[in-house]
């Protein structure tokens, strides 16, 4: 196993010294926001982890190795690059055999993650059921890992360009709990609530953590869920937004795109249309999430 797993040197040192220590995405990078944005972002999230006490672990494959930590070489790489496969579950083995390059998703990130003895994972938003999947069967593999993968997904709930009553439901079916930071209901993503309630409404970080070690102890299998809102501030009009993404979905329906080419193209084209601040919404989220996760991940620190 070990063969397939590099660390960078302040994980490996951070893993020596027992400090806590936070997975990062390379999705975000490579396909969720344009250069230079998604580099500085990267940065910005890794330092904001850094001063709350934790250590950063962005997770990527390069040269058939899973790379927990990158370099800011490999950050501006992942940035700048066009040819990095976006990988999840069924992705792993073969772009480690193969030596391709590949940007870790949610479901990827855990995996590697749970290897690396990694907790807590910050993210944007995670993938769930699609509009449509009644007949598509389009269900993000992020859903699955969530069941099975013990780690705790930070996240600021999920993007409406998704079903998310039927991704509630299928959480629900999978026994993953969602827990709400300060809030009953699930943001979605680009706003602050949205239609439907979280399992449990969880004020303050001890909890979350503790939740999270009981949970463990008891040896329940999979992850969890903290939802955590975008900030006020940042936050888009939730009728806005509604309407921007049905006239993206009419045009990725029209251009018969499908499968995971889905959610860039989304995402591409809801910045056009929103004239750029879907992308400062989608920088600011993954900050306030950082926060939050660097901030669980000392607190269950706390318990070893």
């Given at each position: 196993?070990?063969?397939?797993?590099?660390?960078?040197?302040?994980?490996?040192?951070?893993?020596?010294?027992?400090k806590?220590?936070?997975?990062?995405?390379?999705?975000?990078?490579?396909?969720?926001?344009?250069?230079?944005?998604?580099?500085q972002?990267?940065?910005?999230?890794?330092?904001?982890?850094?001063?709350?006490?934790?250590?950063?672990?962005?997770?990527?494959?390069?040269?058939?190795?899973?790379?927990?930590?990158?370099?800011?070489?490999?950050?501006?790489?992942?940035?700048?690059?066009?040819?990095?496969?976006?990988?999840?579950?069924?992705?792993?083995?073969?772009?480690?055999?193969?030596?391709?390059?590949?940007?870790?998703?949610?479901?990827?990130?855990?995996?590697?993650a749970?290897?690396?003895?990694?907790?807590?994972?910050?993210?944007?938003?995670?993938?769930?059921?699609?509009?449509?999947?009644?007949?598509?069967?389009?269900?993000?593999?992020?859903?699955e890992?969530?069941?099975?993968?013990?780690?705790?997904?930070?996240?600021?709930g999920?993007?409406?360009?998704?079903?998310?009553?039927?991704?509630?439901?299928?959480?629900?079916?999978?026994?993953?709990?969602?827990?709400?930071?300060?809030?009953?209901?699930?943001?979605?993503?680009?706003?602050?609530?949205?239609?439907?309630?979280?399992?449990?409404?969880?004020?303050?970080?001890?909890?979350?953590?503790?939740?999270?070690?009981?949970?463990?102890?008891?040896?329940?299998?999979?992850?969890?869920?903290?939802?955590?809102?975008?900030?006020?501030?940042?936050?888009?009009?939730?009728?806005?937004?509604?309407?921007?993404?049905?006239?993206?979905?009419?045009?990725?329906?029209?251009?018969?795109?499908?499968?995971?080419?889905?959610?860039?193209?989304?995402?591409?084209?809801?910045?056009?249309?929103?004239?750029?601040k879907?992308?400062?919404?989608?920088?600011?989220?993954?900050k306030?999430?950082?926060?939050?996760?660097?901030?669980?991940?000392?607190?269950?620190?706390?318990?070893?």
């Amino acid at each position: 196993m070990r063969e397939y797993i590099t660390l960078s040197e302040e994980v490996r040192i951070a893993q020596e010294q027992g400090k806590p220590i936070v997975a990062l995405e390379s999705t975000i990078i490579s396909h969720g926001m344009p250069y230079p944005q998604n580099v500085q972002t990267a940065r910005e999230v890794e330092q904001i982890i850094r001063d709350l006490g934790a250590v950063p672990a962005t997770i990527a494959i390069v040269d058939g190795k899973i790379k927990i930590g990158l370099s800011d070489e490999e950050l501006e790489m992942f940035g700048k690059s066009s040819d990095v496969a976006k990988a999840s579950r069924r992705d792993l083995a073969y772009l480690l055999a193969a030596k391709k390059k590949g940007a870790t998703t949610v479901a990827a990130t855990m995996i590697c993650a749970e290897l690396a003895g990694i907790q807590v994972f910050v993210t944007g938003g995670i993938g769930g059921v699609h509009r449509g999947a009644e007949t598509s069967m389009d269900i993000s593999a992020d859903l699955e890992e969530l069941a099975q993968t013990n780690v705790a997904v930070v996240c600021a709930g999920a993007k409406s360009i998704l079903d998310l009553g039927l991704t509630m439901e299928y959480l629900e079916t999978k026994g993953v709990p969602v827990m709400g930071y300060q809030t009953e209901v699930l943001p979605a993503f680009y706003t602050r609530s949205s239609k439907f309630n979280v399992n449990f409404r969880v004020d303050d970080v001890e909890t979350i953590a503790s939740t999270l070690k009981t949970k463990w102890d008891l040896q329940i299998k999979g992850g969890a869920i903290i939802a955590n809102p975008i900030p006020e501030e940042h936050a888009m009009d939730e009728a806005a937004i509604s309407e921007v993404i049905e006239k993206a979905l009419k045009e990725a329906e029209e251009q018969h795109i499908s499968g995971k080419d889905v959610t860039p193209f989304l995402l591409a084209k809801v910045k056009e249309l929103t004239g750029g601040k879907s992308l400062e919404s989608n920088i600011a989220l993954v900050k306030n999430n950082a926060v939050l996760g660097a901030k669980i991940a000392v607190s269950l620190h706390s318990f070893h």
